[in-house]
């Protein structure tokens, strides 16, 4: 029945260009039970970051798609667990409008990354950092993981504190009725 409830909700949503988004919150199941969706969308940020090379970057050079923006760290066990469901859910929905974007905030020496990242097997998301946490703190960012979807403005429509499936169903079902809806 939840599934049925699901696929009419999904359906509604892709439907209209513009649907309320709050209608999102009747697809929360599972560890997508988490995510807070909000009535309306937050400012996102103009913050530095930077790639493993100190190239500067900002979230704007990311507009134009939905963003699962993942703040995490090298030691961070939750972090361990979520990133290679966040690695699958960037090969399955990849792509014009959607990306998954990784940023490592506080002390995680490249190396350390590229290790963190060989060693789970991911090799399809971006090595940003954040190494002074401006961006995490422009953010409201409280402790990790902290998983933040953006809007193809830069805006923040929803976000999930701790760590949480992101390959599931219940995930791919949210983040298609957004990408769906252009909300």
């Known amino acids: ?3 049925l409830a699901s696929a009419m909700l999904y359906l509604g949503l892709s439907v209209g260009a513009n649907a309320d988004t709050s209608a999102i919150d009747d697809l ?16 996102g940020s103009d913050v530095v970051f930077v790639d493993a090379d100190d190239v500067e970057f900002t979230l704007a050079e990311h507009e134009g798609k939905y963003i699962v923006l993942n703040f995490w760290a090298t030691w961070c066990a939750p972090c361990r667990h979520e990133m290679p469901m966040l690695s699958q859910l ?3 929905l990849g792509g014009d409008g959607f990306e998954v974007v990784t940023v490592a905030t506080g002390r995680n020496p490249v190396p350390a990354m590229k290790g963190f990242f060989k060693e789970i097997g991911v090799d399809n998301l ?3 950092r954040d190494p002074r946490q401006k961006l995490a703190r422009d953010m409201g960012v409280l402790g990790l993981p902290v998983t933040i ?12 504190q701790g760590d949480a499936d992101w390959s599931s169903d219940d995930a791919k079902l949210i983040l298609n009725a957004f990408i769906e809806s252009g909300s």
């Open 28 to 43: 929360r199941a599972g560890d997508m039970r988490k995510l807070a969706v909000h009535a309306e969308p937050l400012r």
């Open 126 to 128: 971006p090595l940003y």
């Open 149 to 160: 979807i953006l809007d193809p403005e830069g805006k923040e429509v929803a976000r999930l």
């Open 90 to 92: 960037q090969a399955e």
């Open 1 to 3: 029945m939840r599934l």
